[in-house]
């Protein structure tokens, strides 16, 4: 069973940093490209990051640009989210998502969220 | 950027309709676009992709269609578990998503 498992969410200060992880298993974690995808509350859903299989590539938003680093560990089998200069429109749940399998958009397994609060 | 748009932003149906949910793009995204059904407090979860490819074990109730920049969902025989936010997201340069239909019980 694919699973993804985000964690690392919290209340943070504006200005400051946060880094999420997501753990994934159930599948070969390496064969796949991963995404970043939020949903502020009560609002739509918001691309955030794509990374390619290998970590070499990395696509970002205008949004995020400059901010925001996604990164992958493929021998642990985990993403990262490293998010700097946060601001309170970032607020929040965060989903990992798995990309299908040759693709880069399209997102076939999503982890449950993890909230991220900016507030002073 | 690519807008998606979709509409309406909320629709009342009974148990057994069928209702069709829309979703226009700003530009053309060659065929790379997908709809998503999320459940109050759940994650999203792909149904559709390529405009009209199921995704495995997506009941074939569920159906997308595209004329030029404007795509649609349709729900046949509506039951309360498809009680939900549809979203639709162009993934041809970035990725974009709709600001969802939400889909209620009458």
């Known amino acids: 069973e694919v699973q993804l498992v985000e964690s690392g969410g919290g209340l943070v200060q504006p200005g400051r940093s946060l880094k999420l992880s997501c753990a994934a298993s159930?599948?070969?974690?390496?064969?796949?490209?991963m995404a970043w995808v939020r949903q502020a509350p009560k609002k739509g859903l918001d691309w955030v990051a794509t990374?390619?299989?290998?970590?070499?590539?990395?696509y970002y938003p205008d949004s995020v640009k400059g901010r925001f680093t996604i990164s992958r560990d493929n021998a642990k089998s985990s993403l990262y989210l490293q998010m700097n200069s946060l601001k309170s429109e970032d607020t929040a749940t965060y989903y990992c998502?798995?990309?299908?399998?040759?693709?880069?958009?399209?997102?076939?397994?999503w982890g449950q969220g993890a909230s991220v609060t900016v507030s002073s | 950027d690519t807008q998606m748009t979709q509409s309406p932003s909320l629709l009342s149906a009974s148990v057994g309709d069928r209702v069709t949910l829309n979703c226009k793009a700003s530009?053309?995204?060659?065929?790379?676009l997908a709809w998503y059904q999320q459940k109050l407090g759940e994650a999203p979860k792909l149904l559709i992709y390529?405009?009209?490819s199921l995704q495995s074990d997506i009941p074939s109730k569920f159906s997308g269609r595209e004329s030029g920049t404007d795509f649609t969902l349709t729900i046949n025989s509506l039951q309360p578990e498809d009680v939900a936010t549809y979203f639709c997201?162009?993934?041809?340069?970035?990725?974009?998503f709709g600001a969802g239909t939400k889909l209620e019980l009458k």
């Open positions: 998502a798995r990309l299908a399998y040759s693709s880069q958009g399209v997102m076939d397994a």
């Open positions: 159930g599948f070969t974690f390496s064969n796949h490209y």
């Open positions: 990374i390619s299989t290998s970590g070499s590539r990395t």
């Open positions: 530009q053309n995204i060659y065929k790379n």
């Open positions: 390529n405009v009209n």
């Open positions: 997201q162009q993934y041809y340069r970035g990725n974009t």
